[in-house]
């Protein structure tokens, strides 16, 4: 059996990623991630493409996104919809889980 040694960075909500960082953590062109911004999915803070800077939960969207998209064949308007979903059942999911917590008590 061989051992394997991997190199990694943890990436947190703080953690922010320039436009060519999300690319290549991503494995996906620029072009892509500014086709995602444009429908919404991705939020980069900063005016400026160039300056454009995105959070940590940017990169999980974009990852999820690409999956979405390879998995199932769903288009960039799509996936926005799915990623919002997906944001909505989240936010519901940990307000249940306060208010089992408060019953609880």
Known sequence: ??????NGILIDEQT???LNELCKACS??????IELVEEGALEPIGYVQTQWRFSGNSLQKART???????????LAGVALALDLLGEI????????????????
């Open 1 to 6: 059996m061989t051992q394997q040694t991997l």
């Open 16 to 18: 922010e990623l320039s």
């Open 28 to 33: 996906s062109s620029a072009e892509w991630v």
């Open 65 to 75: 996104a690409m999956r979405l998209q390879r998995d199932l064949g769903i288009n």
């Open 90 to 105: 989240e936010t519901l999911e940990s307000r249940l889980c306060q208010f089992d917590e408060s019953v609880k008590y």
